[in-house]
């Protein structure tokens, strides 16, 4: 027995559950929805034997993957009974059980694989892209959504980012008319003219409307424009993506594995976002990655509304997987949140997310910040129910 499997022996003896509300400084719209105000996520802990924890973190949208009550419930009352006393030797078997326990809930399903490999990766003193296949990148280019309806105070996060250094922004559009869309566009590629802009509908589009508007945007030369449709428009997608010169990215439509296959077979994209949110976890984001590479597709790796729990997952998983090329949008830890929950600041440097070394997720989580933030937990509720 090598000696990290004989670490990895060790039991799963706590579960713990906290559903948060974090504030945010401003208003983000989307075009499928908005977020103000605050968003809120569920944070798991597992505890070891050895008194090491582990954290993930679901962070659900209800107009995109689920409820964080759904997140709660799945995490709380389905997966704990069937983790609690089993080994981290386990972990293929505790995710394949968990897996068909309940359906859909993706997000509380990467929450528990990185939890899991959070403290697997404490206990045999190794970081999660470990567990992942082993590390290919040591930075993530940083990218940022400008998605403010009041344009004149993303005219001021522009400027921070540049003087931050990143040379990432998408903007996301479809939420307003066409004007505004383009009059953005405008003043973006007038006064930041270094930046590489990205395009972002997020299935904001109809379908009368759809061919007319990416094509306006396209004369801007975005590096792609981003699922301007619904996601089941499968047929429209491709059409669009036909009359595109620029390359034309899904998001929405694509989840999981399941549905890259169909979006590789009837060519909707030339890309593809991959977020462990919607695939249910850090492997099955790499699967997806691995499919896009190997039909030739690009990819980045896309966030849900997070905090810097998140965002680490997410990082992990893109450094362990070479085809995921496009850069990430780990931004909102510093450019959203009013106050992140971890420990130390996420890792972004000069326009890049590094790569965490240290063992797990590389970061532990605040617990005191956690708990300010609660509005509800299962905290010291250990066992099954």
């Not at 039991?11 to 075009?31: L, M, N, T």
Request: net charge negative; aromatic share 8%.
């Amino acid at each position: 027995m090598s000696e990290q499997t004989k670490d990895l022996s060790e039991k799963i003896v706590g579960f713990d559950v906290w559903h948060i509300a974090v504030p945010v400084v401003d208003r983000r719209d989307h075009g499928i929805g908005r977020v103000e105000n605050q968003i809120e996520i569920i944070v798991l802990r597992l505890v070891g034997e050895s008194g090491l924890e582990g954290f993930g973190e679901a962070s659900p949208w209800v107009v995109f993957t689920g409820s964080p009550e759904a997140s709660f419930a799945a995490l709380d009352r389905y997966m704990r009974p069937l983790v609690v006393g089993r080994s981290l030797a386990e972990i293929p078997a505790i995710l394949e059980d968990c897996r068909s326990v309940v359906m859909h809930c993706t997000e509380a399903k990467a929450a528990l694989e990185t939890a899991l490999y959070d403290l697997a990766g404490r206990v045999a003193g190794l970081p999660v892209w470990a567990f992942l296949g082993g590390k290919v990148r040591d930075r993530i280019p940083l990218s940022c959504s400008i998605a403010n309806p009041d344009f004149e105070r993303d005219k001021a996060l522009l400027d921070r980012l540049v003087d931050d250094r990143v040379g990432l922004i998408k903007l996301k559009a479809g939420f307003s008319t066409a004007e505004f869309d383009i009059s953005r566009l405008e003043y973006i590629r007038k006064h930041h003219p270094e930046l590489d802009v990205r395009v972002d509908f997020n299935q904001g589009l109809s379908q009368e409307e759809a061919r007319e508007r990416v094509l306006q945007v396209a004369e801007f030369e975005p590096t792609f424009i981003e699922q301007p449709v619904k996601a089941n428009q499968f047929q429209l997608m491709a059409r669009l993506r036909d009359s595109l010169d620029v390359p034309l990215l899904a998001d929405e439509s694509v989840f999981g594995p399941e549905d890259m296959t169909r979006a590789i077979n009837e060519q909707i994209c030339d890309g593809v976002s991959i977020k462990i949110m919607k695939t249910g976890g850090l492997q099955r984001a790499g699967v997806v990655a691995e499919m896009a590479r190997a039909a030739g597709l690009t990819a980045y790796g896309g966030d849900m509304f997070e905090t810097g729990l998140a965002h680490l997952a997410g990082t992990h998983m893109i450094a362990a997987n070479p085809g995921i090329t496009l850069g990430c949008e780990f931004y909102q830890a510093k450019y959203f949140l009013e106050e992140d929950i971890l420990a130390e600041t996420f890792p972004v440097r000069d326009g890049f997310v590094e790569i965490p070394e240290k063992p797990g997720l590389g970061i532990r989580v605040d617990l005191e910040k956690v708990r300010h933030y609660t509005l509800h937990s299962s905290e010291g509720l250990n066992g099954s129910q």
